[in-house]
């Protein structure tokens, strides 16, 4: 598990402080890092939690909505696949509960397709 942007920037929100999404300057600054890191380890397969961990392996025009459940690979035929954030689960209000379950649901086709290789 790592992070496509290894530093966080905040934002205050009220009382509390509130992670603001990496721009497209600190997501390429970052992209040595993650791929030393897939170097390294050789996965057998990358899930991208978000817009940011698709953007950053996919390229710019990544979107969730389009990408999830579909089959794809990364520049080196590394099988990969997309799904909403966990966080996005939590900001969901109203939808929190049809959101968990795309998540759940996303993660458990990928953990089948994992122990099928």
């Known amino acids: 598990m ?6 966080f920037k905040w934002r205050q929100g009220g009382k509390r402080r509130i992670h603001d999404k990496p721009n497209r300057a600190e997501v390429d600054a970052c992209g040595h890092w993650l791929t030393l890191e897939l170097a ?10 978000g817009a940011t961990a698709a953007q950053a392996l996919l390229g710019p025009s ?15 035929g590394t ?9 996005a689960v939590l900001r969901a209000g ?3 509960a ?11 086709q990928v953990a089948r397709r994992f122990h099928d290789s």
């Open 94 to 96: 109203e939808e929190r």
């Open 62 to 76: 990544a979107r969730v909505g389009a990408l999830r459940g579909r089959e794809l690979a990364l520049a080196d």
């Open 40 to 49: 390294a380890v050789r996965p057998r397969l990358v899930v991208c939690l």
């Open 2 to 7: 790592t992070n496509a942007v290894k530093h």
């Open 98 to 108: 049809e959101r968990r379950e795309e998540l759940l649901a996303d993660l458990a």
């Open 79 to 87: 099988e990969t696949r997309v799904t909403i954030h966990p966080s």
